[in-house]
Every structure is written in structure tokens, then in C-alpha cells.
């Protein structure tokens, strides 16, 4: 149902990187900024990355963002064991009617 | 420190109506526009509706338009989500969420920098 697909899941050992992709439309992504969330469990949704690429105060340097297109994408680096946990992208979309849509949603595994 | 406190959430029957509200307290609410968004159990986030500042903007998901209505009393510091005539995929925690700006649209629109606990909404017979 959602417009914006991600990968169902990624993982990656303790101190690996991990990259998370997000597609869209030149309706969304193609032409708004995109933010990401990361849910831990039992625990609602933190803002990671907003405008594409900033950071908000407090969430560490190892996650970044980038777009590029119709695409953006998350990345941790030097994962660790407490950023196992569910990542959504989002952005405003006006394809059909005006709206906010998340991404399908990822679930980061650390093994 | 920013709270949002959803409240109103029930077990309803599929057709039914029912009013959520959240309580907002540690910043200046009348600045920002507010939103919802769900999530049904085990599922992934559903942006729902938002509100700008005054009230005078609401935008809806498609899956809600028509049958929820968004609202805001800021003399009360309150949010509210009226629903009705509910179906069984409206089951779901309902977060009531704070935005960075007082934008509402486009690239006005901020992210989600605050969130509250959610509020369970069942829709079943």
C-alpha cells in the first residue's frame, strides 16, 4: 500500500556498515525531503535523519543519509548491538492526493 | 519536557465512532502543526491526518478521508481525531505526534520530533 518500498530486512555484525534503500516517484522523494524513524521495540518511532541528510542533536554521527533522485537511502556504521530495530523512510507525496506516507519498513538484525 | 498523552482508545464495533484526544504540554502547541499516524499491531507506521497551526489546513491519508476528522482546541493544548463509521483494518495504535514546524505541506513540512505513548482503537464485533 505504501508508495515508498524499502527492503523488508538487513543485518550485519557488530561494527559493520549497513545501507538502507528507499524508493519512490518524482511525486515524493524525486522532489521532497525525506526523513527516516527508527522504532525500537515496544517503543514509539525517533526521529534519525531529516531534510535528507541532517542529523538531529543527540543521534550519533554512524547514521547518515543521502538522495539521489527518486531514491534515498540510511546508513549505520559500526553497528551495534542497540540499533537492532524497525527504520521507516518518509516524505510528503502528491501523486494522488496530497499526503505524508512511510515507507514499507525495514527491520535491522545485528548478529 | 515535551508529553503528548493520547487518550480515548476502545474496542468499537465495525460501523462505529469513536473521538481520540492527546494532551499536550511542554512546548508552545499554537506553534506547531500536529499530526497523526498509526500503526496496527505488528505492522509498519500509517501517516493519517494532519493540522496546521490555527486549524485552518487539514490534509487526510486516502484510507481515512471522509470518514475521520482532525481538530485542535488551542486554548486546551489538545489535539482530537474524530473517527467513524470504522472497519476492522482501523485497529491500531494511534500516535499523536508533534511537528518541528508549522509548516503543513510540501517542503514545509518538518519531521516528528515528538511523539506520544499511542492509544489502542480495536475495531471488532
Known amino acids: 500500500q505504501s508508495v515508498l518500498t524499502q527492503p523488508p530486512s538487513a543485518s550485519g555484525a557488530p561494527g559493520q556498515r549497513v545501507t538502507i534503500s528507499c524508493s519512490g516517484t518524482r511525486f515524493n522523494i524525486g522532489t521532497y525531503y525525506v526523513n527516516w524513524y527508527q522504532q525500537l521495540p515496544g517503543t514509539a518511532p525517533k526521529v534519525l535523519i531529516y531534510?535528507?541528510?541532517k542529523r538531529p542533536s543527540g543521534v550519533p554521527d554512524r547514521f547518515s543519509g543521502s538522495k539521489s533522485g527518486t531514491s534515498a537511502s540510511l546508513a549505520i556504521s559500526g553497528l551495534r548491538s542497540e540499533d537492532e530495530a524497525y527504520y521507516y523512510c518518509?516524505?510528503?507525496?502528491?501523486?494522488?492526493?496530497?499526503?505524508?506516507?512511510f515507507g514499507t519498513g525495514t527491520k535491522v538484525t545485528v548478529l | 519536557e515535551v508529553q503528548l498523552v493520547e487518550s480515548g482508545g476502545l474496542v468499537v464495533q465495525p460501523g462505529g465512532s469513536l473521538k481520540l484526544s492527546c494532551a499536550a504540554s511542554?512546548?508552545?502547541?499554537?506553534?506547531?502543526?500536529m499530526h497523526w499516524v498509526r500503526q496496527a499491531p505488528g505492522k509498519g507506521l500509517e501517516w493519517v491526518s494532519l493540522?496546521?497551526?490555527?486549524?485552518?489546513?487539514?490534509y487526510y491519508a486516502v484510507s481515512v478521508k471522509g470518514r475521520f476528522t482532525i481538530s485542535r482546541d488551542n486554548s486546551k493544548n489538545s489535539l482530537y481525531l474524530e473517527m467513524s463509521s470504522l472497519r476492522v483494518e482501523d485497529t491500531a495504535f494511534y500516535y499523536c505526534v508533534k511537528d518541528t514546524t508549522s509548516g503543513y505541506s510540501g517542503y514545509e513540512i518538518g519531521s516528528f520530533d515528538y511523539w506520544g505513548q499511542g492509544t489502542l482503537v480495536t475495531v471488532s464485533s
Open positions: 518518509a516524505a510528503w507525496d502528491d501523486s494522488l492526493s496530497d499526503s505524508y506516507v
Open positions: 493540522i496546521n497551526w490555527d486549524g485552518a489546513v487539514t
Open positions: 531534510r535528507n541528510t
Open positions: 511542554g512546548f508552545t502547541f499554537d506553534d506547531y502543526t
